[in-house]
């Protein structure tokens, strides 16, 4: 192995073992980190790692199918000088590409499928509420949601059903519905839809989606504690809401879908706040870009290489 392969080959692993270093923290950050830096930070560190790792799979792809595609490459380009700088096997770029592909197909997949979910309890939640932002609904099992507004200028809609507002005290409605406001105020359904896609891009990144979702839960939470001043009642709350008959639809946010019990003992008993969690997130993030613009920036060398070859 060249030296020139042995450091594109070390480039390129960077983002994939930079994977592998976050799976012991990652969940107790989302648990008892600052809840909207633990959100924030673990939905960019898995879009960098689902683009840092797509890159290096498209550009293997591309750099190590010269020979074996000669007609999607420019024309000028010594394949013999690239081969002699970077030697690709023909296997591992081909695989690169399909594996690329198959992700791209599935980011693309998830895209459609979620942007088609979000209209669909669009049109539902308008044809409940069509002007206040709080829909009570009748006849309905318990249930609560915020289904967000997407391409307006609104900010959604509050779905409460009569039922689950019925076993409710009045502090404790006020604590859902604060809860469900904080969902919208912050657009966590953007933080829902990133986490996804890049899950669907990134199989690796899968196991970040609970976490991100509960953040954004204890980031409603405690948005909801503040707005009725006592986390009990936020807590209590919680604990009628996880009575609810039903999830929330696809594309909107409920306010039980994720462990209750931990968020409950997070407003009850807070733990202190640990932040080395998020210094140790943005390094990762900063290390994957680092080493995957190296990477480019190395590729483009040789690049450059083979295009003098026939100069
Ligand atoms: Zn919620």
């Known amino acids: 192995m060249t030296a020139s392969t042995l450091l594109y080959v070390s480039l390129g692993l960077a983002p994939f073992l930079v994977s592998a270093l976050r799976r012991r923290w990652s969940t107790g950050f989302a648990h008892h980190g600052p809840p909207g830096a633990a959100a924030l930070a673990l939905t960019t560190y898995a879009l960098t790692l689902a ?54 197909a599935r980011a693309g997949a998830r895209i459609v499928l979620s942007l088609s979910a979000v209209r669909t ?25 915020a289904a967000p507004a997407w391409f307006s200028r609104r900010r959604g809609r509050i779905v409460v059903s009569r039922e689950l507002l019925a076993v409710m005290t009045v502090p404790e409605r006020k604590a859902l519905i604060a809860h469900e406001r904080s969902h919208l105020r912050h657009a966590h359904h953007l933080y829902a839809l990133v986490i996804r896609v890049a899950a669907a891009a990134n ?84 290390v994957s870009w680092a080493m995957t613009l190296a990477l480019v920036a190395h590729g483009h060398a040789i690049v450059e290489l083979a295009e003098q070859g026939l100069s």
């Open 203 to 286: 199989p690796l990144v899968g196991d970040l989606v609970a976490p991100v979702d509960h953040a954004c839960e204890r980031w409603a939470d405690r948005d909801a504690a503040a707005a009725v001043g006592d986390p009990v009642i936020v807590a209590h709350a919680l604990g009628r809401a996880a009575l609810t008959d039903r999830r929330a639809p696809e594309g909107a946010l409920g306010a039980t879908h994720s462990d209750v019990v931990s968020r409950v003992r997070d407003l009850l008993e807070p733990q202190p706040t640990d932040r080395r969690a998020l210094i140790r997130c943005a390094l990762l993030v900063a």
């Open 51 to 104: 683009l840092t790792q797509g890159i290096v799979l498209c550009l293997t792809a591309y750099l190590g199918t010269i020979e074996l595609f000669p007609v999607v490459h420019p024309s000028d380009w010594s394949a013999s000088v690239l081969g002699a700088n970077l030697r690709i096997p023909a296997w591992c770029a081909v695989g690169c590409a399909i594996v690329a592909a198959a992700l791209l």
């Open 121 to 145: 309890t669009n049109a539902a939640s308008r044809r409940l509420a069509p002007s206040a932002d709080l829909a009570v609904v009748a006849g309905a099992s318990r249930v609560a949601f």
